[in-house]
Structures are given as structure tokens and as C-alpha cells.
Nanobody, 121 residues
Framework: QVQLVESGGGLVQAGGSLRLSCAAS????????MGWFRQAPGKEREFVAA?????IYADSVKGRFTISRDNNKNMVYLQMNSLKPEDTGVYYC?????????????????WGQGTQVTVSS
């Protein structure tokens, strides 16, 4: 089992930055894909970024968001710059027990509770 806890969300003005953190416990996740997803009110959960042997981003965040991880600490981060109101949502950390990152949420078996990000215009 893997437990995930996100932190770092909050309220920020458009153009600002936030850094999300996700702490994994229960087992080491260094060999697994770790990803970030988000869900806006009234919308389906969507892929944001993921890191494993490969690193992938949604087109909507490329050049603005950066995913990184510290395998020694069992942590994954999401640095979000140039935030836009459309980035508002609950951000979830997830783990896929495979060494290749893919954007489908159905492939991730472990999820955190989420952290709220609100970007005001």
C-alpha cells in the first residue's frame, strides 16, 4: 500500500506561482511513475504531469509547470508558474506501479486526498 499526502495549495493571483508537494509513505516509490492530476468544479479529472523513466506534461501546462521528485525522500513536487484562472482546481498526486509515466488516470492505483489551488483573475 502507498499513502499519499499533498500540500502547498492555496489562493494566488493570475501570473503567480505555487509549489505543490506530495509525500509518499508505506513503500518506496522510486521505481514507479508519480503524477499530478487536477479536477475543476463540474469537470472531469484531467492529467497535468507525470514522472518516471520519462516525463510528460499536458499541453495546457507545458512551459509553465515542472514536475520533479526526490526519491530519497519519497517526494514529488509540482512547480507551477504563470498561473491562470483556468488552472483552478483540486490537485491530486497519484502513483502508478510501473516505471513508465502515462497520462491516463485509470492506470494510477494510489491517490492522495488532493489540495485546492485557486487562481484569481
Amino acid at each position: 500500500q502507498v499513502q499519499l499526502v499533498e500540500s502547498g495549495g492555496g489562493l494566488v493571483q493570475a501570473g503567480g506561482s505555487l509549489r505543490l508537494s506530495c509525500a509518499a509513505s508505506g513503500r518506496t516509490v522510486s521505481g514507479y511513475a508519480m503524477g499530478w492530476f487536477r479536477q475543476a468544479p463540474g469537470k472531469e479529472r484531467e492529467f497535468v504531469a507525470a514522472s518516471a523513466t520519462n516525463t510528460i506534461y499536458a499541453d495546457s501546462v507545458k512551459g509553465r509547470f515542472t514536475i520533479s521528485r526526490d526519491n530519497n525522500k519519497n517526494m514529488v513536487y509540482l512547480q507551477m508558474n504563470s498561473l491562470k484562472p483556468e488552472d483552478t482546481g483540486v490537485y491530486y498526486c497519484a502513483v502508478r506501479t510501473a516505471a513508465w509515466a502515462l497520462p491516463s488516470s485509470a492506470l494510477y492505483g494510489y491517490w492522495g486526498q488532493g489540495t485546492q489551488v485557486t487562481v484569481s483573475s
